[in-house]
């Protein structure tokens, strides 16, 4: 796979780490984010892996492993779907979209590979076909408004909208702010061939569009509380801590791996991590990166002369970003109780960075059912 002719674009410089590969930014990511959110700007994610499933069973036979349901997926509709291991956690997230032939999966880039292995060990006698697709095609991103798109598209290009604005059927929803700053997230990713990419990127060097790279796009959906496969997620991740059951789950659909898992969590107990936004200072320009702790800072009510607060290790940074209004804010997942009004502390680059907390998944959230005691053995009334 050649390098991309977005990073030949006047001002590119190219990201580091998860989304090596294309453009971090062009010179100003702040300009770039208001650009996507106006609705002007492109970013190219021709990173991204894409894997496609064929046959007539695809859809049926997806909907067997997915999260979310699929089996009813109509030609051009998008959905978001995770495949869990048998306790649950989060294996591989991806964006759906059928176009009434072939089902389009976008993955992270270096997860495309296992994903199409894992598909394709999972077809046994069904009628279904699992390639990776990820030097044929490439994906770029935008914050239309509508229908509209920043360029002119090729004629096969597949369009996928976000789930994550939307209140979905069968969702659930663990945010309790009214004002969830999904609501305003329009984004939408475009699958084209990759033969395609030098003329989109020459129609952005034309002026019909502006470029933004990936930390714009970042800093808007760190603001968004927007998870992400690729920064939110370890080994032991649950869709419930992230939120995730917002776009990614449907509760009503039919068994699937690590579906009691799900079902129990929601019905019966609580998240035993939560995903959290900061607010972080800013006097040191310090942006924390990926992997930094998190501490809890607990002062006794009466310490003793001398007595240094105690400091524990509550969570790690799973992304950062300098958001243009709300400067610099990262995502953190969290243990479930640390209250929300700790203060804390993010441990990098040797400094201490002070953090104000939202909560995305909230400390005390808890049983979506309620299940009466029973009395124990020998009590009578």
């Not at 199409?116 to 994906?139: G, H, I, Y």
């Not at 992400?228 to 995730?244: I, N, S």
């Not at 800013?282 to 009466?302: C, F, I, M, Y």
Request: hydrophobic share 45%; glycine share 8%.
């Amino acid at each position: 796979m050649t390098g991309s002719p977005f990073l030949a674009l006047p001002g590119a410089v190219p990201a580091e780490g998860v989304d090596e590969g294309v453009a971090g930014h062009y010179g100003n990511p702040m300009v770039e984010q208001r650009r996507l959110e106006q609705g002007r700007a492109v970013v190219d994610l021709s990173h991204r892996g894409v894997v496609t499933v064929t046959g007539p069973d695809r859809l049926s036979w997806l909907n067997s492993m997915a999260s979310q349901r699929l089996d009813h997926l109509r030609p051009g509709e998008s959905a978001e779907a995770l495949f869990l291991d048998a306790a649950g956690h989060v294996e591989h997230a991806v964006h759906v979209v059928d176009d009434g032939e072939r089902t389009w999966l976008v993955a992270e880039r270096d997860d495309a590979p296992a994903l199409a292995s894992w598909l394709d060990r999972m077809r046994f006698m069904l009628r279904v076909e699992v390639a990776d697709v990820s030097a044929e095609v490439a994906v770029v991103g935008a914050m239309p408004e509508g229908d509209a798109f920043p360029l002119d598209l090729p004629d096969d290009a597949l369009r996928w909208t976000d789930p994550w604005r939307l209140e979905l059927p069968g969702g659930h929803r663990y945010s309790v702010d009214p004002a969830h700053p999904g609501a305003f997230w329009r984004y939408v990713e475009v699958i084209v061939p990759r033969e395609s990419l030098a003329g989109l990127a020459a129609a952005v060097r034309s002026g019909a569009a502006e470029p933004a790279g990936v930390l714009a796009l970042e800093a808007l959906r760190v603001a968004a509380w927007r998870p992400r496969f690729a920064t939110e997620v370890d080994e032991k991740t649950l869709p419930h801590e992230l939120d995730w059951l917002r776009s990614a789950v449907d509760l009503h659909k039919g068994c699937y791996r690590g579906q009691e898992t799900v079902a129990k969590v929601v019905n019966l107990g609580r998240p035993p991590r939560r995903l959290v936004m900061l607010h972080l200072d800013g006097s040191d320009t310090v942006l924390p990166k990926a992997g930094d702790e998190v501490v809890g800072v607990k002062v006794r009510p009466e310490p003793a002369p001398g007595e240094e607060p105690e400091r524990r290790v509550v969570g790690h940074i799973t992304s950062a970003a300098m958001h243009h209004e709300l400067g610099p804010i990262a995502l953190a997942v969290v243990k479930r109780a640390v209250p929300p009004q700790l203060e804390l502390i993010v441990e990098s680059h040797g400094i201490d960075v002070a953090a104000a907390q939202v909560e995305i998944v909230p400390a005390g959230a808890g049983a979506a059912v309620d299940v009466p005691r029973l009395p124990r053995l020998g009590v009578r009334p």
